[in-house]
């Protein structure tokens, strides 16, 4: 192990970034793994929860695990050019980010100097904070897209994918640190598996699982059991969070007022014209993403701007960073009004019109946590209904 070797500081920035066109070739080869024309990120992405999708979890099994309030990878294990081993976190605008390769060692079963490559697994990276105050960078695994130069696993439905994972990479990963602990904290980060219960396991979510997390966590994702591994949107993985706590990603445009100079500017500025007063409250417009088409990216006015107030806006000019169209995530207040929440810059774009609504949607006909705690015996009763009728029982 490098002498150098240590975990990741900086969760969003966490290697080195590949440029074109070393940049496209990894895209390539990613999207030749997968069988896929498209080099664009192939990460599902899931819709928001609504009130109809109570009666979805009846029809379908699901799993349901935690949303983790982290920063969403896939992580690809290949080789460089002379057969040695590398690893890249691909981001949702479809960076990669090269990570140690002395740093990070995924062994085959059997042989703790061989390594997968070929593999793609979808994750969330995190930061736990343990009781003594250190921080521990976590890689947590929810799906697998491909293992081994194999993609024929999309196909197959999520928990084959992730019987794979376990059997392939989780168990000789946690063998070969059972072995040697020492290295362990060592590692850019530590993998683990998402704890996936069944969908009817609302309560145990919400009573065992949620208060003993030692990360950030900001709902549930329900996953359906049976389905295959979709690239983008996926109507069979379902976002839940409370209603109140639902946000949007906006493009943030900030226009200035024009002002007529004052007696006291023509005197002894000489200022004449109108002139745009920057010091100024702004209007702060929230701009939907429609689509991209021939001429870029297009974009419509959100119906309502952001709410700000002066005090707000003068510690925004004091962090000194841009503003202008920057992705912002906003959430409704108590008096209805859209409210910065935080600044997403690991996304290269806001929401999608289509992801907006749906995100309305979850609002005004939002499933409180008792609704859903309440729909659990329901739940389990038609995923048993099922298992009989499967079995011919």
Same mark, same amino acid.
């Given at each position: 192990m490098d002498s150098e070797s240590h975990p990741i500081k900086d969760i969003a920035n966490p290697g080195v970034k590949a440029e074109f066109p070393f940049l496209r070739n990894l895209r390539e080869e990613v999207a030749q793994l997968l069988n896929r024309n498209s080099l664009s990120f192939p990460g599902a992405q899931p819709v928001s929860f609504s009130r109809r999708h109570i009666d979805e979890l009846q029809k379908k099994d699901y799993y349901v695990c935690e949303k983790s309030d982290g920063i969403r990878y896939l992580l690809y294990l290949t080789t460089d050019d002379n057969g040695g081993e590398l690893h890249y976190l691909i981001d949702r605008k479809n960076d990669y980010w090269l990570i140690h390769q002395?740093?990070?060692?995924?062994?085959?079963?059997?042989?703790?100097?061989?390594?997968?490559?070929?593999?793609?697994?979808?994750?969330?990276?995190?930061?736990?904070?343990?009781?003594?105050?250190?921080?521990?960078?976590?890689?947590?695994?929810?799906?697998?897209?491909a293992l081994d130069g194999k993609a024929d696993l999309l196909s197959k439905p999520l928990d084959k994918r992730l019987g794979y994972f376990k059997e392939h990479v989780m168990k000789p990963y946690k063998k070969l640190f059972q072995e040697f602990p020492q290295e362990l904290p060592l590692q850019a980060f530590q993998v683990e598996m998402k704890d996936m219960q069944f969908s009817y396991g609302i309560e145990m979510m919400f009573r065992e699982v949620l208060p003993k997390l030692r990360h950030q966590n900001d709902g549930l994702i329900f996953t359906c059991r049976t389905s295959p591994y979709q690239f983008g949107t996926d109507q069979h993985i379902l976002k839940w969070?409370? #209603?109140?706590?639902?946000?949007?990603?906006?493009? *943030?445009? $900030?226009?200035?007022?024009?002002? @007529?100079?004052?007696? %006291?500017?023509?005197?002894?500025?000489?200022?004449?014209?109108?002139?745009?007063?920057?010091?100024?409250?702004?209007?702060?417009?929230?701009?939907?993403?429609?689509?991209?088409?021939?001429?870029? #990216?297009?974009?419509?006015?959100?119906?309502?701007? *952001?709410? $700000?107030?002066?005090?707000?806006? @003068?510690?925004?000019? %004091?962090?000194?960073?841009?503003?202008?169209?920057?992705?912002?995530?906003?959430?409704?207040?108590?008096?209805?009004?859209w409210r910065l929440y935080r600044f997403r810059d690991d996304k290269s774009e806001a929401n999608h019109i289509s992801t907006v609504n749906s995100v309305l949607e979850s609002i005004r006909d939002g499933v409180r946590e008792e609704e859903l705690l309440e729909a659990a015996r329901a739940i389990k009763d038609s995923w048993k209904l099922r298992q009989q009728q499967q079995h011919g029982r």
């Open positions: 002395r740093n990070l060692h995924f062994p085959l079963q059997n042989d703790y100097q061989a390594f997968h490559t070929g593999t793609l697994i979808d994750g969330e990276l995190v930061v736990d904070k343990l009781p003594s105050g250190e921080e521990v960078p976590k890689f947590l695994v929810f799906d697998l897209l969070k409370a #209603p109140h706590d639902n946000t949007i990603d906006f493009r *943030l445009r $900030l226009s200035w007022p024009l002002v @007529e100079p004052t007696e %006291a500017e023509r005197a002894e500025q000489g200022q004449d014209e109108p002139f745009v007063d920057y010091e100024a409250l702004p209007e702060a417009r929230l701009m939907v993403f429609t689509g991209n088409d021939r001429g870029g #990216p297009g974009y419509q006015e959100f119906g309502e701007p *952001l709410y $700000l107030t002066e005090d707000e806006w @003068e510690r925004l000019m %004091a962090l000194g960073d841009p503003l202008q169209d920057r992705v912002v995530e906003c959430c409704l207040d108590e008096e209805k009004r």
